[in-house]
């Protein structure tokens, strides 16, 4: 059985860094086809993705956000990270992480998600 | 960027309903194309895959099509326990979900 969970801090300032940690269980990051993604979604609103992390350690991020985007992998660990910099308020939202196969076409299955909000 | 749409953005019907919702692409995406149910204050679950491949451990009421611009989404007969907002992603080019389609029960 695959199982994700996201930690991290539920308050960040503006201006500052945010990190957060994806634990999984039930699969492996050295695998063929595998990743893991991030996507967040804003109270009330629709889902966005954010990165993806391949078990070759390719990497793809949104368009929009790229510049303030970064995924990393543990396989010892279990653990994919994504840190984004430079929050806002604009960023407060519920992360996801979720398993990816098959080269990443699709999220399954998902994480609970963690809510984090921006404000000073 | 490829942007999705989703038509209409809330629909109420009654249990036992059929109840068809959809999703059009900006641009021709093949099969790329995803369904996702999100019931209230829980995380997304994957019901459809490549627009009509049916995911595992789903039941059989839910089904996809379409090819190219235009997908629909299919509730053949709706059970109370499908309340919750739809959500179409496509994968053909980055990643973009749509805006959704929240169903209740009339």
């Known amino acids: 059985q695959i199982t994700l969970k996201e930690s991290g801090p539920t308050l960040v300032k503006p201006t500052q860094t945010l990190t957060l940690t994806c634990t999984f269980s039930?699969?492996?990051?050295?695998?063929?086809?595998?990743?893991v993604a991030w996507i967040r979604q804003p109270p009330g609103k629709a889902l966005e993705w954010l990165a993806l992390?391949?078990?070759?350690?390719?990497?793809r991020y949104s368009p929009s956000l790229k510049s303030r985007l970064t995924i990393t992998k543990d396989t010892s660990k279990n653990q994919v990270v994504l840190t984004m910099t430079n929050m806002d308020p604009l960023d407060t939202a519920t992360y996801y992480c979720?398993?990816?196969?098959?080269?990443?076409?699709?999220?399954?299955?998902w994480g609970q998600g963690t809510l984090v909000s921006v404000s000073s | 960027d490829i942007q999705l749409t989703q038509s209409p953005s809330s629909l109420s019907a009654s249990v036992g309903d059929r109840v068809t919702f959809t999703c059009q692409a900006s641009q021709d995406i093949t099969n790329y194309l995803n369904w996702y149910q999100q019931k209230p204050g829980k995380a997304p679950k994957l019901l459809i895959y490549d627009a009509s491949s049916l995911a595992t451990g789903v039941p059989s009421r839910f089904s996809g099509s379409g090819s190219g611009t235009d997908f629909t989404f299919t509730i053949s007969s709706l059970q109370a326990d499908d309340i919750g907002t739809y959500y179409c992603q496509q994968y053909d080019t980055s990643f973009t979900f749509g805006p959704g389609t929240k169903v209740d029960i009339k």
């Open positions: 039930g699969f492996s990051l050295n695998s063929d086809g595998v990743g």
């Open positions: 992390i391949f078990w070759d350690d390719d990497t």
């Open positions: 979720a398993h990816s196969d098959y080269g990443g076409n699709w999220f399954d299955p």
